[in-house]
């Protein structure tokens, strides 16, 4: 095969530079009497590279004498002004793809002294211990190909080896059956039956000669639908979930019916993320095998995933009502509270560095999930203080949330805000609402995320006085790359309207997320913030602000089901006000942290802090120097 | 002269082709000791065809789902201490083993390949790949050979020690570019892999868009595949790492130019002098291409299918471009064999 695109790209530039380069190295090679490739076809090579030249730079001047010979008919391109045509672009063509040549192999190095930065000694043993190995399996191969004799007494030691083996196996004597097991193969290296008890040991120490040897069984047995299932197994614990599924494939062609290859396929599916897809497969083996009531458990814990409580809280009862279990049933209770009606008392406060305070108290009420889809009704009553001026506000919203599919959640809601009277504004009732859509490709692909939302700035009592709107469009986009870090940009645009004025906001954001651990990711941002002019109505609307932030994310489960998330930002932050140059770079850090504390199960006990302290947070801030904290408690009552 | 070698011919429904196969090997200057066809469980007789030409056939139980897990089934039958590799539609020149075997007096040397050329060219498609092997195959693979480092010991038709291919456990069907993948390993395992230019051997190649779609979906996956598994290793391989990171960003970055960038130019400068970039690079090709086709003689064959070869890299690009975006950026990893040839 043939991979790139031959000619083009810096391939035909690499192969150039290394077939001038021949001479010198076969030059060295022969002073140095190691084994070369020899002068004819080393000279073969280097004339073609010269010829290769030649061939370019005359057709640079064949192209130039054409383009220069039409200028009359059709405009050259500007680049080409001034300069004979013929010269810009072979020397243009050799010089940028020399440039990236050079770049790309640079990028090259670089990367492998990064990689093998502390390992280097380390990797020249490693290299030495595979020759050896190798040279010892070669050894090995020749000694099994030997004379009858020879192989007559391989037998006999291997018998003995494999009854030892065996015998340390059934007592449970893993290190022993270990160590036998690998003398056996070394005397045999094709035996099957050593082959997989010496990968199953292997499993926890040392994964990566489990899946070889696992892969090794299979070539040996390749009819025996249990290798393949291990192989799956093995296959999913290093991450490789696609050649896992196939490897469980092969088990279910050769045992469609087997239990273990159906439900161990479901289970790497679920491990991969692919949700539904697991639901099918359980739900397949389970309309013909309505016993199994460990799959009923399995079933039931993707279900929770899918957002479809109910339906996990059925399946539990019937892993439950098959056999009777604590655990089975401390999950089942937990399902029942998840998908009960529920009210959640809530109260919540912010103040900032003007001055402004904000109250409020609420609650909502759940009615009980039916199917993906779920409903609640908010309430909630808001006092807005600056220390002078009292105002408030009540809100009444209905709101759905549906999850059509492990990838899918579709939340939205709607209802209106009545604004008291203030500054001699009569009181003013406004409507509100908010539409989002979430998309997730299954397996830990990209993400996508849109956002509609309309709703007051309610900060100050000057904002609620002036009924400022905020009506807002904006999306995210999250692409995993290679399995290492993900991209993820993040585009707004916000009008905010009020009696006298609509201005608008825009904001994209960019930003490189590393996952450390599956629950802390670090992050690169930096994100633009434009308004298109300034206002009275009482927000801060700088013509720019930039903020480049690092930022992790952490999020942590304690013994007790205590769950702490933490979301942490430092950087800097630059201001540009209406008409004015860019300021200087000054100190942005931000703090956002949730607790949920299980009280009971069915009752949740949630509380999240906000923070943040820079020149710029968000179009509710005031001045240009701003601090600002809010803290909600809520409580989850399942009425179940 | 026999030679101490047996060949392993992977076959699945290759009844119209074998046959070919088989006699190519029958006629060797330094015949095999065994020919051992593996029929994956064939529906067109493949095996009986086989069997008639008094070759070894065996079959596994269940079709293995690749040309990898033809080929390590086929590995437990081997006795002999070289082991060859030949594709059921690939024929060999008649002294293609003789002059392929000498490189092995060097112990370090693993596998060694030969030339590949198309066995017919009459389509658009087989005029492209015979271009494309006349070019590579007398530029890109000889470099690479005098630096001791060629990028694959082609699947169509190698040699191996036994041995030491049984050492690295056969072939693995974990990417689809079996060849590449077992290439790589043996250089990371400190071994060498050698090609010589004399030894031929002439595959089917595609001759319709749907077969050739499937070879490229197949053959770009499993480049990107084995990047992504082997890219660490590599790093510890001189000339190989750089190789692989040109041929890697050519497959990526320089294919997206190719189709994207050069139009976009041409539109924003309003100038279709723009798409002259596309015919920068002609002499680059056409330069190795008359130098491998005057060893041949085919000269005029040549001319005739340089036009071919342009609308081939273009569709390799398209193909290389998304899988590179299938495996690295959505994560979906092609491992369906698809036979095309």
Redesign the interface.
Known sequence: ????????????M???V??LA?PL??AYRSLRRR?S?GWR??A??SA?AG??LA??W???WL?GIA?TASAAI???????AGAHPGNV??TA?LVLSAA??AA??L??EL??LW??RETGPR?ERG?EI??T??AV??VL??AA?GTHTVAAQNTSALARRLARADSAFAAGDATSAEREYAAALAVD??NSRATYRLADLSKRGDPARAL?LF??YV??E??DPWGYMALGDALARSG?Y??AL?SYD?AL??APDERDAVIGRARVLARAGHTDAAVADYRHWLDANPSDAEAWGELARQRLRQGRERDAALAFERAQAIAPDPTVARRLAVARAAAAAAITPLASGTHDSDGNTTLRLGGTGEIASWGPMRFGLTASRTAIEDGVTTTGRQDLTLGAAWRPGAAWQVQASGGASRLDAVAGRSATILPTGQLRARWR?P????IVDLRARRDILDATPLLAANRVLRTELGATVE?????VFKLRGIGRTVALSDSAEVNHRTTLAGMVAVPVTPSVEVSAQFHTIRFAHPTTAGYFAPRLVQVAQAGSYLEFETAQGILLVFDIGAGVQRVAEQGATIGPWGRALRLYSLIVVPLAVGRDLRLEFDGEQSAFANEVATTAQWRYVSATMSLRWALD | MTADLTVIVPAYNEAGSVADTIRSLQAQTAPPREIIVVDDCSTDGTGGVARALGVTVVRPPTNTGSKAGAQSFGLRYVCTPFTAAIDADTVLAPDAIERLLPVFDRPRVAAACGLVLPRHVRSIWERGRYIEYLFAFTYYKQVQECYGKPLISSGCFSIYRTALLRAQQGWSDRTLAEDMDLTWRFYQAGHEVRFVPEAVCYPIEPHTFRLMGKQLRRWSHGFVQNVMLHWRGLLRVPFLRSAVAVAFWDATIAAALYLVLLPLLALAFKSPWVLLGYLIDAPVVLVPVLVGATRRREVLRALASVPAFFVLRTVNAVFFLRAVCAELVFGRSLHVYEKGH
């Open positions: 095969m043939t991979v790139g695109v031959p000619g083009t790209g810096i391939g035909g690499f192969y150039l290394s077939a021949m190295r076969q084994p490739a076809i080393v073969g090579q073609m010829a290769i061939a370019i005359v057709t640079g192209v383009i059709v405009r050259p391109p500007h680049l080409l672009l072979r063509a990236t040549l790309v192999l990028g090259v990367l492998r990689v093998h990797l290299a595979q020759i190995r190798v399996l070669v191969a020749v190909d290296p094709e070889q892969r090794r070539a040996l390749p009819s490789s696609g050649d196939r092969d062609r050769l490709v397996g830990a692909g990209p692409l995993p790359v290679a399995r």
